[in-house]
């Protein structure tokens, strides 16, 4: 069992960056495969980024060039880097945990954290 706790967000501007942080339980975070989701209110969840477990990344084009996802396998704290942010950005984001290799399909995933809401003014 993968408990995920993601904290860092907050209200910011357009153009204004912000760093998430996704903490997670377990002695096997270096196997997982994590990733960062988003849902706006009344839009469907959507995927932003995902590292596998060695590392591999992979971006959705809206956010490729101003997010970076990181891992640091000895905290078990998964991060997403965020600049230039944009009111469109706004979001709950959650990240989520599966075996091994990364997925930008959210069904794919076995753990999810509660979100943190990231908010973007224009």
């Known amino acids: 069992q993968v408990q995920l706790v993601e904290s860092g967000g907050g209200l910011v501007q357009a153009g204004d960056s912000l760093s998430l942080s996704c903490a997670a339980s377990?002695?096997?975070?270096?196997?997982?495969?994590m990733g960062w989701f988003r849902q706006a209110p009344g839009k469907e969840r959507e995927f932003v980024a995902t590292i596998s477990w060695n590392n591999n990344t992979y971006y959705a084009d809206s956010v490729k060039g101003r997010f970076t996802i990181s891992r640091d396998n000895a905290k078990n704290t998964v991060y997403l880097q965020m600049i230039s942010l944009k009111p469109e950005d706004t979001a709950v984001y959650s990240c989520?945990?599966?075996?091994?290799?990364?997925?930008?399909?959210?069904?794919?995933?076995?753990?999810w954290g509660q979100g943190t809401q990231v908010t973007v003014s224009s």
């Open positions: 377990g002695r096997t975070f270096s196997s997982y495969a």
């Open positions: 989520a945990a599966r075996t091994r290799l990364g997925s930008s399909m959210a069904a794919d995933y076995n753990y």
